[in-house]
C-alpha cells in the first residue's frame, strides 16, 4: 500500500474535464476527462485481499452476484457479474503519486448495488466507429458548422467545424491554464484527430476520439447497446476487489511494470513514454483487469450516461442506504461553471500525471460538456443481461 502522508493539497483543484466556445477562438476552451472463470478469479481476488490486509476507512467488502454466466455472449463484450460495493474514492492527495487535487466529488464513499450486464472488452476503436458512420452516414458534432444562433454575437469567421487538440508546450509553464496546451483546432475530428494534415492510416484499433456525448450515445444505439453509468463502470473498473487504488490494485506500476498508459515526464512538455507510449497508444495493450477489460485507467476518457453533479455522492450517501441501480442525477452542477451542462467522465488518459491529473486512480470521476469533444476523450458500450 502506498505511504500516506499529512501533506495537504493546495486549494486549487486541477480538472481534466473542461468546455470550449467555438465564437471566440482565443477563449475558446474552460476547465473541464467474461466469463464464470474470470468472475470466480475476482471472487477469489477479493477474498484474498480482505484476509491479507485490513480496507481503507470508508470501504466495506465488494457482494458478488451469484448464478451463471448468460451465453452466448455478445462479440466483443464480457460478462460483469453486478452486486454491491463500495463506491467512490479517499482522498488521493495523501497517496504516493496521488497528485495534488483531493477530488472531494468522489466522496463520501457509499454503497451501491448494480444488476449484472455485459461491457465492451476495449473503447471503440476507430474500425468501429467507422463501420457505424459507413452504415449510417452519421455526422459527428465535431464535424459540423457551428450554427450562429448557438453562439450569439460570434464572428462569421470563427464558426468553423473543428475540435479540441492538446498542443505540448516548448517549456515549463505555470499549470493554472489550460489555454496553454489545448488549442481549439480547424478541422480536427475523428478522421483527422490532431488536425486535417492527419488521419487514421493505421489506427483501426486505435479508441476513436472526437467524440461528443451525442456521439456515443448514436453509435451505442446503432450497436443495440448503451453507454454504462457511472456506478456499472466503476464496479467493472474495480474488477470485484474493494478498497483499491488503480483498476489492477495498489501498486502504480506492480513489479516495475506499467499497467497503464498514463503521462510520463515534465507535464505538459514531453512525454517520455517511459510505459511504453507517448501519446495515445491502440487498446489492449496492458494487461486486463479481473473481469478481461482493458484501458479501465488511462489512454482516453470515457463517457458515462450519467449527468455530472459535484454532490452527487453526498445526495446519495444522505439517504443511509445501498443504493441500486442508481442512473445519476436529474440535472448537471459544476460548481466551478454554474449553467454549464456536463456528463462524467470515468478512466482518465494519457495525458494524467501526478503533477496535474491523477484520475486514472479507480474511485474518482471527470466530467466534460456533452457537446465537447477532445483527441484523449472515447467511450465504450454496455449492454443489459438477459
Same mark, same amino acid.
Given at each position: 500500500?502506498?505511504?500516506?502522508?499529512?501533506?495537504?493539497?493546495?486549494?486549487?483543484?486541477?480538472?481534466?474535464?473542461?468546455?470550449?466556445?467555438?465564437?471566440?477562438?482565443?477563449?475558446?476552451?474552460?476547465?473541464?476527462?467474461?466469463?464464470?472463470?474470470?468472475?470466480?478469479?475476482?471472487?477469489?481476488?477479493?477474498?484474498?485481499?480482505?484476509?491479507?490486509?485490513?480496507?481503507?476507512?470508508?470501504?466495506?467488502?465488494?457482494?458478488?452476484?451469484?448464478?451463471?454466466?448468460?451465453?452466448?455472449?455478445?462479440?466483443?463484450?464480457?460478462?460483469?457479474?453486478?452486486?454491491?460495493?463500495?463506491?467512490?474514492?479517499?482522498?488521493?492527495?495523501?497517496?504516493?503519486?496521488?497528485?495534488?487535487?483531493?477530488?472531494?466529488?468522489?466522496?463520501?464513499?457509499?454503497?451501491?448495488?448494480?444488476?449484472?450486464?455485459?461491457?465492451?472488452?476495449?473503447?471503440?476503436?476507430?474500425?468501429?466507429?467507422?463501420?457505424?458512420?459507413?452504415?449510417?452516414?452519421?455526422?459527428?458534432?465535431?464535424?459540423?458548422?457551428?450554427?450562429?444562433?448557438?453562439?450569439?454575437?460570434?464572428?462569421?469567421?470563427?464558426?468553423?467545424?473543428?475540435?479540441?487538440?492538446?498542443?505540448?508546450?516548448?517549456?515549463?509553464?505555470?499549470?493554472?491554464?489550460?489555454?496553454?496546451?489545448?488549442?481549439?483546432?480547424?478541422?480536427?475530428?475523428?478522421?483527422?484527430?490532431?488536425?486535417?494534415?492527419?488521419?487514421?492510416?493505421?489506427?483501426?484499433?486505435?479508441?476513436?476520439?472526437?467524440?461528443?456525448?451525442?456521439?456515443?450515445?448514436?453509435?451505442?444505439?446503432?450497436?443495440?447497446?448503451?453507454?454504462?453509468?457511472?456506478?456499472?463502470?466503476?464496479? !467493472? #473498473?474495480? &474488477?470485484?476487489? *474493494?478498497?483499491?487504488?488503480?483498476?489492477?490494485? $495498489?501498486? @502504480?506500476? =506492480?513489479?516495475?511494470?506499467?499497467?497503464?498508459?498514463?503521462?510520463?515526464?515534465?507535464?505538459?512538455?514531453?512525454?517520455?513514454?517511459?510505459?511504453?507510449?507517448?501519446?495515445?497508444?491502440?487498446?489492449?495493450?496492458?494487461?486486463?483487469?479481473?473481469?478481461?477489460?482493458?484501458?479501465?485507467?488511462?489512454?482516453?476518457?470515457?463517457?458515462?450516461?450519467?449527468?455530472?453533479?459535484?454532490?452527487?455522492?453526498?445526495?446519495? !450517501? #444522505?439517504? &443511509?442506504?445501498? *443504493?441500486?441501480?442508481?442512473?445519476?442525477?436529474? $440535472?448537471? @452542477?459544476? =460548481?466551478?461553471?454554474?449553467?454549464?451542462?456536463?456528463?462524467?467522465?470515468?478512466?482518465?488518459?494519457?495525458?494524467?500525471?501526478?503533477?496535474?491529473?491523477?484520475?486514472?486512480?479507480?474511485?474518482?470521476?471527470?466530467?466534460?460538456?456533452?457537446?465537447?469533444?477532445?483527441?484523449?476523450?472515447?467511450?465504450?458500450?454496455?449492454?443489459?443481461?438477459?
Amino acid at each position: 500500500m502506498p505511504k500516506r502522508t499529512t501533506a495537504k493539497a493546495p486549494k486549487e483543484s486541477p480538472r481534466p474535464a473542461f468546455r470550449w466556445k467555438r465564437s471566440v477562438l482565443p477563449v475558446a476552451l474552460a476547465l473541464f476527462a467474461i466469463g464464470t472463470g474470470v468472475t470466480l478469479m475476482a471472487r477469489r481476488n477479493s477474498q484474498s485481499i480482505a484476509a491479507s490486509k485490513p480496507l481503507p476507512e470508508g470501504f466495506s467488502e465488494t457482494i458478488l452476484n451469484h448464478g451463471p454466466t448468460p451465453s452466448p455472449a455478445p462479440e466483443g463484450m464480457v460478462w460483469i457479474p453486478g452486486g454491491e460495493f463500495s463506491m467512490g474514492s479517499d482522498d488521493p492527495s495523501a497517496s504516493l503519486c496521488g497528485g495534488r487535487d483531493s477530488m472531494p466529488d468522489a466522496r463520501p464513499i457509499h454503497r451501491v448495488y448494480v444488476d449484472g450486464f455485459w461491457m465492451d472488452k476495449t473503447t471503440v476503436t476507430n474500425a468501429q466507429f467507422a463501420e457505424f458512420v459507413k452504415a449510417t452516414d452519421y455526422v459527428t458534432i465535431a464535424e459540423k458548422t457551428p450554427r450562429a444562433e448557438d453562439f450569439p454575437g460570434a464572428k462569421p469567421e470563427d464558426l468553423v467545424a473543428g475540435s479540441v487538440v492538446f498542443s505540448p508546450t516548448e517549456t515549463a509553464v505555470p499549470l493554472d491554464n489550460i489555454l496553454q496546451w489545448w488549442t481549439y483546432v480547424r478541422g480536427a475530428n475523428w478522421r483527422h484527430p490532431a488536425g486535417p494534415g492527419s488521419d487514421l492510416k493505421d489506427k483501426d484499433s486505435y479508441p476513436v476520439v472526437h467524440v461528443a456525448y451525442a456521439d456515443a450515445v448514436a453509435y451505442a444505439a446503432w450497436a443495440g447497446k448503451r453507454l454504462p453509468t457511472e456506478a456499472e463502470w466503476e464496479f !467493472a #473498473a474495480r &474488477g470485484g476487489a *474493494a478498497g483499491k487504488i488503480y483498476a489492477w490494485g $495498489d501498486e @502504480l506500476k =506492480p513489479g516495475g511494470h506499467w499497467m497503464a498508459n498514463i503521462y510520463e515526464g515534465k507535464f505538459p512538455m514531453h512525454d517520455t513514454g517511459e510505459d511504453g507510449f507517448a501519446g495515445i497508444a491502440p487498446v489492449a495493450q496492458f494487461p486486463p483487469n479481473a473481469y478481461g477489460l482493458y484501458d479501465m485507467a488511462g489512454n482516453v476518457w470515457q463517457w458515462c450516461a450519467d449527468w455530472y453533479r459535484a454532490d452527487y455522492f453526498t445526495t446519495l !450517501a #444522505a439517504n &443511509g442506504r445501498t *443504493a441500486r441501480n442508481p442512473k445519476g442525477p436529474n $440535472d448537471s @452542477l459544476d =460548481p466551478s461553471e454554474p449553467g454549464t451542462q456536463k456528463r462524467v467522465h470515468r478512466g482518465g488518459s494519457f495525458l494524467c500525471t501526478d503533477q496535474y491529473c491523477t484520475r486514472y486512480m479507480v474511485g474518482t470521476r471527470g466530467k466534460g460538456e456533452a457537446d465537447t469533444g477532445t483527441n484523449h476523450l472515447g467511450f465504450r458500450c454496455v449492454l443489459a443481461g438477459k
